[in-house]
């Protein structure tokens, strides 16, 4: 076999590895400006969440309680059990986001 029709065949290999690889390169990066954008647009959104409870107050409501109530209050770890709730509240929502996890709630 000649020569030159070797170098061509190992020559024509390489150009299609090479477009291979560029192509898988290429996909790579597809995927990850999609996964980019897809933060960038959570982001944009938990950025502007905390816009919407701007106007709430919620020290205006804590304020009119009454200091033995309030003193009560503190004296049973109303603060701490509410947090402890709302914690687990706020966990729970985020498992009910995970396909599978669902187990009879």
Same mark, same amino acid.
């Given at each position: 076999?000649?020569?030159?029709?070797?170098?061509?065949?190992?020559?024509?290999?390489? *150009?299609?590895?090479?477009?291979?690889?560029?192509?898988?390169?290429?996909?790579?990066?597809?995927?990850?400006?999609?996964?980019? !954008?897809?933060?960038?647009?959570?982001?944009? *959104?938990?950025?502007?969440?905390?816009?919407?409870?701007?106007?709430?107050?919620?020290? !205006?409501?804590?304020?009119?309680?009454?200091?033995?109530?309030?003193?009560?209050?503190? #004296?049973?770890?109303?603060? #701490?059990?509410?947090?402890m709730v709302?914690?687990?509240? *706020?966990?729970?929502?985020?498992?009910?986001? *995970?396909?599978?996890?669902?187990?009879?709630?």
């Open positions: 076999m000649p020569q030159w029709l070797i170098d061509f065949g190992n020559w024509l290999l390489d *150009i299609l590895k090479t477009m291979a690889n560029t192509l898988l390169t290429m996909m790579k990066d597809v995927f990850l400006f999609a996964i980019e !954008q897809l933060l960038i647009l959570v982001n944009f *959104i938990l950025g502007t969440m905390g816009n919407l409870f701007e106007g709430l107050n919620f020290a !205006q409501y804590f304020d009119g309680i009454p200091p033995e109530v309030a003193w009560v209050m503190s #004296q049973i770890g109303f603060g #701490q059990a509410m947090t709302i914690g687990s509240l *706020i966990i729970r929502f985020f498992l009910q986001l *995970i396909p599978f996890v669902r187990l009879g709630s």
